[in-house]
T-cell receptor, first 114, second 113 residues
Framework: DAGITQSPRHKVTETGTPVTLRCHQTENHRYMYWYRQDPGHGLRLIHYSYGVKDTDKGEVSDGYSVSRSKTEDFLLTLESATSSQTSVYFC?????????????FGPGTRLTVL | DAKTTQPNSMESNEEEPVHLPCNHSTISGTDYIHWYRQLPSQGPEYVIHGLTSNVNNRMASLAIAEDRKSSTLILHRATLRDAAVYYCILRDGGRNAGNMLTFGGGTRLMVKP
């Protein structure tokens, strides 16, 4: 299994509070991604990174920011959490930026915003 | 990205073959056909991918139509552990554009003992 961990695995927070989710990899892969998955739906891309300090927006980036100061860590921050951000968040990594590359996914973080 | 169409759900008996179809009529010449699956309460996992020729690996086989407008993921002997949502995704193999995955609704495979 690819070495990807996410922390925390579960979090309950209140509306308006800041939240940071962490993704850590031991594979030294260049590309890292944050997706969210809502009940009954496929995953949607929030942000991705193509190197240290290099990030870009995905399909549903509003309300989220990211940072990558080291190859192995990719942080997702909700500056002021809202109930609409209740979701399961998955981190993924990939060695390649082309469509040939396989993505490896972490176990997910279940976030509940009350 | 080109769009894919999959049935919402399928049912299979344990130890029988399963054929999961995917239509992608607007596929371009450099699009690779990828399959991922998501087991309950887990992140997605890669299954297989191909361009034109049929592909086999330890998990499954991928049969690609000659005109590439459709493909079929084949699980040769379904087990209860294969119950999952299967996603068919097209990825442009010719561009270094970040390799993001665009997930549709997928096919929920149910396996009966």
């Amino acid at each position: 299994d690819a070495g990807i961990t996410q922390s925390p695995r579960h979090k309950v927070t209140e509306t308006g509070t800041p939240v940071t989710l962490r993704c850590h990899q031991t594979e030294n892969h260049r590309y890292m991604y944050w997706y969210r998955q809502d009940p009954g739906h496929g995953l949607r891309l929030i942000h991705y990174s193509y190197g240290v300090k290099d990030t870009d927006k995905g399909e549903v980036s509003d309300g989220y920011s990211v940072s990558r100061s080291k190859t192995e860590d990719f942080l997702l921050t909700l500056e002021s959490a809202t109930s609409s951000q209740t979701s399961v968040y998955f981190c993924a990594i990939s060695e390649s930026g082309t469509g040939l590359g396989e993505q490896f996914f972490g176990p997910g973080t279940r976030l509940t915003v009350l | 990205d080109a769009k894919t169409t999959q049935p919402n759900s399928m049912e299979s008996n344990e130890e029988e073959p399963v054929h999961l179809p995917c239509n992608h009529s607007t596929i371009s010449g450099t699009d690779y056909i990828h399959w991922y699956r998501q087991l309950p309460s887990q992140g997605p996992e890669y299954v297989i991918h191909g361009l034109t020729s049929n592909v086999n690996n330890r998990m499954a086989s991928l049969a690609i139509a000659e005109d590439r407008k459709s493909s079929t993921l084949i699980l040769h002997r379904a087990t209860l552990r294969d119950a999952a949502v299967y996603y068919c995704i097209l990825r442009d193999g010719g561009r270094n554009a970040g390799n993001m995955l665009t997930f549709g609704g997928g096919t929920r495979l149910m396996v009966k003992p």
